[in-house]
């Protein structure tokens, strides 16, 4: 850290202020990683319209040629005015600017961007004639030219720009960006450069300018020193010291303390310890403007990933800041414990807030677990319920944001709720159980489950902790609160604090609320989708498919349909089996029919599963008898699939259709894949790892087998359910089939279907989409049909057996969500 002496005086008398600041580096703008992504996707936007829009680019062309006649009259030598004004007047300008401002590294950083972004243009150029498309070639060749026109000095001029600074920060860059456009403007309408060539070379200077302004950082403008001081007297103080927390300690001062280090932790900007010219001691946070497009975005992710909760995402610095006071306001009128603000400012792209220091405080972090009363953990209750009976949300309650102020014999204990940069004014109800979670589950992580939940019910109401109860998740927890309950002394906190919860109130639902719209699983399933789709759409053709379909025979279609609708029978007749419980067979197929509609979001199998898991526990079956059913049902499934597949592989021999299928390569490589296998298994690590993946699906589904074995009904109707799912998609397949007058021996069809199904599940997709048209043409063209065929019947099966279903799915879905199954 720096210990400076700032004398940002606003007259000749003014005191000087003592700054112990971290000293101003250079740092990566997470804005330029975002441009930089951009302006990749910007040049493979250009690229894709130049080669499939060729007409449009051309046409633009010609009627901007049109004016050419008119300007030719006013403009002697046209390309002589664009050569000056791209390759001399801007570079000039920049590099006189840079060295007016005696700015000689940045003057070095915009030349090697020019370097970079000249070497870029070459590069592509010859990729783009070696391995470029004709009409690519065309919307990068101007009129009368013979090869295609990159004009690398262009992007060499839009790198050194970029690499200068962001364009409003000085008149100079806003000028020459001007000027580079108005020299493009000139060469397109003269033919000099082409529009998709005149936007290539600019986005490939700005990704060269922009990737080395990330790599080697950029001078931020926040405030320092004597700009930092400045703001601090446009807020109305006179500051004698500032000091900045350290979280680190690697500097101790006496202004500093275990409040300050907390704040700092916690707090999204710069946190200042600050003492005034009249000996008033405050705290200042500033919030910098290079940070703000990280954490919109944090925010952002946090919004559209979480349901039900809308978390602020201020767009602008400005707006961050006003919002944070107006949510600290609310809580200090409310008569919540909270620093006042007292003033707020904004200078370079830092803006200022000044608050009231809490007095004689410390975290509640650094509160031993013996100091820890049953009067301090109300108190903590009594301020978080008082900020939610005014509409407030705090969303960060963790060990940092709350504090304890010492204790005075004959008082009770105050506690402090800082850091209201997440609350939300008006808030909705999920808001404030997410802000009693995370209370539980601090208070838990300190003194245990027992008395945490005790002064919850306490001070709250059973009715509120039984609401918060299926919120503890570590989703919804500060990241401070999900290390405390790694390795807590208290052993597995959250469940410890479910099942006391349970003790108090059995009736209480605690089981985990799904509040998460998707995550990273989700995000990877929809890109192997789209991957899936990309690999049928480059070999599908759309004529062949039509001429396919026009002769396709529709009665087929509908017995096709009519196999798909059986699967829910099926699907529905395993689960009322299986069933712990007597559950209506309506329901239960009105479930399996809404697992259709689930199917479109999540992998093949996961939607029936976490439907019928819905439908048990609403019917007040415990969460493990529940899983265990719902894992039978599943594992039934699969043993019917593999059972079935090694009978018909058996009895079809060598006479089907599909006996050409595995040629000796394939034989060679699964005895291979088998060898390697077993090889494996002799490996003890190998065999402790394969256990614990297939062991707990044993135990959990071992225990209700074996009341299922005891009822010989039960267990031949959830065979015959499974088989009459197996039958209904075999049927549909056939079905799709014929309806193409291709016929196949029924055991040649199973054995493909299964292999179809195995892949489908194999892969994570929605519904096996992608993989399982991939298994199904494949396995259909081997076995000697022709290829658009294969794929036409292919494509029908999947559209009866799965996208037909979806609405039939969605309405199930609206009805039992209605009725409160689901």
Do not use: C
């Amino acid at each position: 850290m720096a210990d400076d002496t700032a004398s940002a005086a606003v007259s000749s008398d003014t005191p000087a202020v003592r700054i112990v600041d971290e000293p101003q580096a250079r740092i990566r703008r997470f804005t330029d990683l975002l441009a930089l992504v951009g302006t990749a996707l910007g040049v493979v936007l250009v690229l894709f319209l130049a080669e499939y829009a060729l007409s449009t680019t051309q046409g633009i062309a010609q009627d901007i040629a049109g004016v050419s006649p008119l300007l030719q009259r006013l403009l002697v030598a046209p390309v002589n005015l664009f050569n000056g004004i791209v390759a001399v007047i801007i570079p000039a300008t920049l590099v006189i600017d840079l060295i007016v401002r005696r700015e000689p590294r940045r003057l070095i950083e915009v030349f090697a961007a020019a370097v970079g972004a000249f070497i870029l243009t070459l590069l592509l150029a010859a990729g783009l004639v070696l391995w470029g498309t004709p009409e690519l070639g065309l919307s990068l060749t101007p009129r009368g030219a013979e090869s295609l026109q990159l004009p690398s000095f262009v992007a060499a001029i839009s790198a050194m720009l970029t690499a200068a600074g962001r364009r409003n920060t000085r008149r100079t860059l806003s000028i020459s960006w001007n000027l580079l456009w108005l020299g493009l403007a000139i060469g397109i309408i003269f033919s000099v450069v082409t529009i998709p060539s005149a936007l290539l070379t600019v986005l490939l200077g700005r990704a060269a300018g922009l990737g080395l302004r990330y790599w080697l950082g950029s001078t931020a403008d926040r405030a320092y020193g004597d700009a930092l001081v400045e703001g601090v007297r446009r807020a109305g103080f006179h500051p004698r010291t500032m000091v900045r927390a350290d979280m680190e300690h690697v500097h101790e001062h006496p202004e500093l303390d275990a409040v300050t280090d907390a704040l700092a932790r916690t707090r999204q900007g710069r946190v200042y310890a600050m003492t005034t010219v009249e000996h008033h001691h405050l705290l200042v946070v500033a919030l910098d403007g290079d940070q703000q497009a990280a954490g919109f975005l944090s925010k952002l992710w946090g919004s559209l990933r979480l349901r039900g909760v809308d978390t602020r995402a201020d767009v602008s610095l400005r707006s961050s800041a006003e919002s944070t006071a107006l949510v600290s306001h609310a809580a200090r009128v409310a008569g919540v414990r909270t620093g006042r603000v007292l003033g707020m400012s904004q200078i370079r792209d830092t803006m200022l807030l000044v608050y009231q220091r809490p007095p004689a405080v410390r975290p509640f972090a650094d509160v031993p677990e013996d100091e820890v009363d049953d009067a301090l953990l109300d108190a903590i209750w009594t301020e978080v319920d008082r900020a939610h009976g005014a509409g407030l949300s705090h969303r960060r309650l963790d060990a940092d944001t709350v504090l304890v102020g010492d204790e005075v014999p004959g008082t009770l204990p105050t506690v402090w709720l800082t850091a209201w940069e997440l609350g939300e004014v008006a808030t909705s109800v999920l808001a404030k159980r997410i802000d009693a979670a995370q209370v539980l589950a601090l208070t838990a992580a300190k003194v245990g489950p027992e008395r945490a939940v005790d002064s919850a019910f306490r001070v709250l109401g059973a009715e509120t902790v039984e609401q918060a109860a299926p919120l503890l998740q570590s989703i919804v927890l500060p990241a401070t609160t999900r290390r405390s309950l790694r390795g807590n002394p208290h052993g597995k906190v959250l469940e410890a604090v479910r099942q006391e919860i349970l003790e108090r109130s059995p009736d209480a639902e605690v089981g985990s609320e799904n509040i998460v719209r998707f995550g990273w699983r989700t995000v990877a399933t929809i890109a192997l989708a789209l991957v899936a789709v990309a690999v049928i759409a480059v070999q599908f053709n759309t004529e062949d498919f039509l001429d396919a379909v026009q002769q396709a025979n529709p009665w087929w279609l509908v017995v096709g349909f009519a196999w798909a609708l059986l699967t829910f029978v099926g699907a529905a007749l395993a689960m009322v089996a299986f069933s712990p419980v007597r559950l209506p067979f309506s329901r239960v197929l009105l479930t399996q029919v809404a697992a259709a509609y689930v199917a479109l979001a999540v992998p093949a199998g996961v939607g029936p599963a976490a439907l019928n898991l819905r439908l048990l526990t609403r019917r007040k079956v415990a969460t493990p008898l529940a899983v265990a059913t719902v894992a039978l049902v599943q594992v039934s499934s699969v043993v019917v699939t593999v059972v079935g597949l090694v009978i018909l592989t058996v009895v079809s021999g060598g006479n089907g259709a599909l006996a050409a299928l595995p040629s000796t390569s394939i034989l060679i490589g699964l005895g291979v894949v088998a060898a390697a296998i077993g090889l494996a298994l002799t490996v003890p690590r190998v065999r402790a790892w394969a256990a614990k993946r297939i062991m707990p699906t044993v135990r959990q589904t071992w225990p209700r087998l074996s009341q299922v074995l005891g009822q010989p009904w039960r267990l031949g109707l959830g065979l015959l359910g499974n088989l009459l799912l197996t039958v209904g998609f075999v049927g549909a397949f056939h079905a799709s089939l014929m309806a193409f007058g291709q016929d196949m021996a029924i055991i040649d069809l199973a054995v493909l279907f299964f292999v179809g199904n195995a892949v489908g599940a194999a892969v994570p997709t929605p519904g096996g989409l992608g993989a399982v048209e991939l298994a199904l043409t494949t396995g259909l063209t081997g076995s000697g049909m022709p290829y658009a065929l294969a794929l036409s019947a292919v494509l029908i099966y999947r559209l009866l057996s799965y996208w037909l279903r979806i609405p039939l799915g969605y309405v199930a879905m609206k009805y039992l969500e209605g009725k409160g199954e689901l």
